[in-house]
């Protein structure tokens, strides 16, 4: 499919991804608006204009600045929402006179370079899970050589809950945490010297489960609006000295950033593959009838420094031993509700070389070899790091999730 | 001090309590209550009624349904208001004509007993702490026998996020969870054998503080809304086989139960003493220009099942090894934002003998030594229990908190 906002297809944003965010500018309060080409479309002025009006629902869930109500409707409608959108966007639209050539809608397409991008959903709570296995082998043999994944890692999603006042926007500054730690054998304070991120996915709730109930994992994909990529920043020298025996703490919850648009799953069934990773004799609450599925989507991270834009890894979301529906049913096992806006990711996405992990610590040795990194071609600088410096700022990328980025500031 | 309500000064509720609550009744749609005698003071009226006019606030805050605006307006005003319900509570007032002898507002006092209780707060974040002194030295004794506590134990508040969409108020139904678990040499799914609580205090948050910003452990008791009982329920098989490396999950996160009424920290400050348990030589940004405060308070945890009522544990709040202002500064020591209605807990009040620990993990060693209960005077009954049955309902109590009770459903 091509739209008449982006004829020539070369976008990220193509007619057949159309993402959800929410987006200001110096004239509009924030709403909910979908990427297309270069535009932003304004699904208030939309609204406003009865364009949803076939479609049985209380079309004013668009009118809001969060996406948390329309979420919560079910796939149904929001798949009648973006089959509509779709109808109006098509190169050969047959409803050209309601959206392209409606003067009534004219201000319905906002510049993209003209908007402010602001957190999607109100986020309750915040779950990272740990299923990334080359990520999990290589802090076993950097953290603790010899030793080998926990016996607990293959046979369940490990997890933590994270800190959801602390999730932010793309592009949010984030100044390097102080923090306490142990350094030349004693304990102090002060700024962390090992600020890291990791690559992550992430998956925003549509509707949750009650109190004391829990998600199958057959009924479990069906709880996903969309997703995001995520950098769990980290200070290591905070995380390891705080985590015996609760686990993360202060080192991560002083920042976590997403991508501004969240792609719904419709746009993904392309990526979508069976899990591979996984041991075959899981217990009977992770099968369930049908695979939960797993997405193969190259994650580009670049650093870009006061010199030079390097090309840093490439990751990749496959590289899990759990599928989201897995990591939903373990969840909701014992009764947990998860709630609309809720966001589950996956933990780092490090694939099984050096230039495909998720995280300097991996590609560092926790410090102790200086990782290279080679400029993008159009430069011919060269550096290292161990950890980040001030100034740098970190990009994700992977197309139609825009860019998750953000700077370390020093502090 | 002694209120016309409740005249013979024999409740837990006295005037010089006064904890803010949301209740409903089957005439009155949930708001903002304070508990005095075996009534509840209704905000909503006494709003409507121009009661608060004098005070410089919006004060339709007081004509929500959570206690989230009111309490993010800083203290002073909450001071005010509190003055100005005691003015019109007090036996000897002189302004008997404004409430007690005023017609319109005859329904402003609502029966207890008619009354359900809500959450009073929307929780954004809950934080579980572990400064509980006895409680570690109990866990490391039990769970790793001959290590000790763990280095960094003395030197911060250690803690974790906890999951806040499972925090239920009071007398809120908690099934037995299932889960996974480590039993006669496999793993196996099923319904918890180690069904626990854990008697906790905690606070509820005022006004918080900016995304890369800290609150100094000086300022820190003024970010402090007022205090409830909490019981954080454990599955100890769950938690035991999914806890390495990233701590408690799915061994926490189907229930927390806390009580219903909020006590301001201004009702407290005769149960405030200086820590004793901590070390000579924290860092400074925990020890501050003025020591932080502790409190002094027992809580009573009895047990009833079908045949009797028993006294279990007499737990304490001073048995910490940090203070609130304490784990409020390490908490946003490296930027991390706390907002209003956010709620930290202490963990576990154990004392230094086994009957005042806080869980039955520690009075039945984990499960090897049955621990028995001694009936209420009332009864002559005993009995046993390693760790919870269904149907048990355990009460917490501890004078102007209400009571934090929750009974185990099988499932």
């Keep these: 499919?091509?739209?008449?906002?982006?004829?020539?297809?070369?976008?990220?944003?193509?007619?057949?991804?159309?993402?959800?965010?929410?987006f200001s500018t110096d004239k509009l309060d924030a709403?909910?608006?979908?990427?297309?080409?270069?535009?932003?479309l304004d699904m208030k002025v939309l609204s406003y204009e009865g364009i949803f009006s076939a479609i049985d629902f209380d079309a004013s869930v668009l009118e809001q600045n969060t996406l948390n109500a329309f979420a919560s409707l079910g796939s149904k409608v929001r798949q009648q929402v973006r089959a509509r959108i779709q109808q109006l966007l098509a190169t050969n639209t047959s409803h050209a006179d309601e959206l392209r050539d409606n003067p009534r809608t004219e201000e319905a397409l906002v510049k993209m370079s003209e908007a402010s991008l602001h957190l999607p959903m109100a986020i309750g709570d915040y779950t990272d899970f740990f299923v990334g296995i080359h990520?999990?082998?290589?802090?076993?043999?950097?953290?603790?050589?010899?030793?080998?994944?926990?016996?607990?890692?293959?046979?369940?999603?490990?997890?933590?809950?994270?800190?959801?006042?602390?999730v932010v926007i793309s592009k949010t500054p984030i100044r390097r945490p102080k923090g306490q730690f142990?350094?030349?054998?004693e304990r102090t304070f002060g700024l962390s010297q090992k600020v890291d991120f990791e690559v992550e996915f992430a998956a925003f709730i549509s509707h949750g489960n009650e109190f004391g109930t829990s998600i199958s994992v057959d009924d479990a994909e069906d709880h996903i609006f969309g997703f995001v990529l995520l950098n769990d920043w980290s200070a290591r020298d905070i995380q390891s000295w705080e985590s015996a025996p609760l686990g993360p703490f202060n080192g991560k919850n002083f920042a976590t950033t997403i991508s501004p648009w969240i792609v719904p799953p419709e746009a993904l069934k392309s990526f979508?593959?069976?899990?591979?990773?996984?041991e075959d004799d899981l217990l009977p609450y992770l099968r369930g009838k049908r695979q939960a599925?797993?997405?193969?989507?190259?994650?580009?991270?670049?650093?870009?420094d006061q010199v030079g834009d390097y090309r840093v890894f490439e990751c990749n979301t496959k590289h899990v031993v759990f599928s989201?529906?897995?990591?939903?049913?373990?969840?909701?096992?014992?009764?947990?509700?998860?709630?609309?806006?809720?966001?589950?990711?996956?933990?780092?996405?490090?694939?099984?070389?050096?230039h495909e992990v998720g995280s300097l610590l991996e590609a560092s040795r926790n410090g102790s070899e200086p990782y290279e990194l080679s400029a993008e071609e159009t430069e011919k600088h060269e550096t290292t790091?161990?950890?980040l410096l001030d100034g740098d700022i970190v990009c994700f990328r992977a197309p139609g999730f825009g860019s998750c980025d953000g700077q370390i500031l020093s502090n």
């Excluded at 499919?1 to 929410?22: K, T």
């Excluded at 709403?31 to 932003?40: D, H, M, P, S, T």
């Excluded at 603790?144 to 490990?158: E, T």
């Design 135 to 166: 990520h999990a082998r290589n802090c076993s043999s950097i953290l603790r050589p010899g030793v080998g994944l926990h016996p607990n890692y293959l046979s369940q999603p490990i997890g933590y809950h994270g800190r959801s006042s602390s």
């Design 31 to 40: 709403r909910i608006g979908v990427a297309i080409g270069e535009y932003i």
């Design 293 to 304: 599925s797993v997405y193969d989507i190259p994650i580009q991270v670049s650093l870009k």
């Design 272 to 278: 979508c593959q069976y899990p591979s990773l996984q």
């Design 385 to 387: 790091r161990t950890f």
């Design 324 to 354: 989201f529906a897995q990591m939903i049913a373990h969840h909701t096992a014992g009764g947990c509700p998860l709630r609309t806006g809720d966001l589950i990711a996956t933990g780092t996405l490090s694939g099984p070389s050096r």
């Design 182 to 185: 142990f350094r030349d054998g």
């Design 1 to 22: 499919m091509a739209s008449w906002v982006c004829p020539g297809n070369n976008s990220e944003f193509s007619i057949d991804v159309l993402p959800y965010g929410v």
